[in-house]
């Protein structure tokens, strides 16, 4: 099992450029996550999918969308790139909601924004 | 913010001696758990203590926690090079389906 896969690895995005973060899990999880990770700041949640079909805010959602594919894909897209969004993105799934829930991470998405 | 705090930020050790690094919180949790991230890494877990839980064993990690104080303690015995890494808590709350990490402890076990 490949568990939780991220693409691409790393991407430079001039401001004002779109671009999605794509994230599959193969482990039949319920739930997924998409989290940032800045220096100093630890993992600050953005958005999650409890369950198929549904999504949620988390703690920094604004310039964020995403979409829960199916069970296994879910992505973040960002509109229109700032230079606050340079970041390292990670795509998290568990088998139930976080609240009882351990998360499986993928490697992680390094974006630039320039 | 929600989130937790680790204490201290960074840590360096030798190998064999004991590491201690201490999450805060401010919310009651559900559970709290340790993650583990080695360096351009994503994150591993460690260990999951749940808030009727005071102590919890796993190998050599030691895990407290004190639901009164808001706060929990990792112990990493008999270190190694290869514990070498950033170590992050995270918390459950009572309500809702998000996780809170704390801001990490960077630890460096010096051979």
């Known amino acids: 099992n490949a568990g939780v896969t991220q693409t691409p690895k790393f991407q430079v995005l001039k401001t004002g450029q779109s671009m999605t973060l794509q994230c599959a899990q193969d482990?039949?999880?319920?739930?997924m996550y998409w989290y940032r990770q800045d220096p100093g700041m630890g993992l600050r949640l953005i958005y999650y999918s409890a369950s198929e079909g549904t999504t949620d805010k988390g703690e920094v959602p604004n310039g964020y969308n995403v979409s829960r594919l199916n069970k296994r894909e879910f992505s973040l897209r960002l509109e229109s790139a700032a230079p606050s969004q340079t970041s390292v993105y990670f795509c998290?799934?568990?088998?139930?909601?976080?609240?009882?829930?351990?998360?499986?991470f993928g490697p992680g998405t390094r974006l630039l924004v320039l | 913010s929600q989130q937790g705090e680790e204490d201290p930020q960074a840590l360096s050790i030798q190998e064999g001696e004991n590491a201690t690094m201490n999450c805060s919180y401010k919310?009651?949790?559900?559970?709290l758990q340790w993650y583990r991230q080695n360096s351009g890494r994503g994150l591993v877990h460690l260990i999951l203590?749940?808030?009727?839980?005071r102590e919890k064993h796993s190998g050599r990690l030691r895990v407290t926690l004190d639901t009164s104080k808001k706060s929990s303690s990792l112990l990493i015995t008999a270190s190694r090079a290869a514990d070498t890494a950033s170590y992050f808590c995270?918390?459950?709350?009572?309500?809702?389906?998000?996780?809170?990490f704390g801001t990490g402890t960077s630890l460096t076990v010096i051979p």
């Open positions: 482990m039949n999880h319920n739930s």
């Open positions: 998290a799934s568990s088998e139930v909601a976080s609240g009882v829930g351990t998360q499986y």
């Open positions: 995270a918390t459950a709350h009572l309500t809702g389906n998000q996780f809170y």
């Open positions: 919310t009651s949790i559900n559970n």
């Open positions: 203590i749940r808030s009727n839980e």
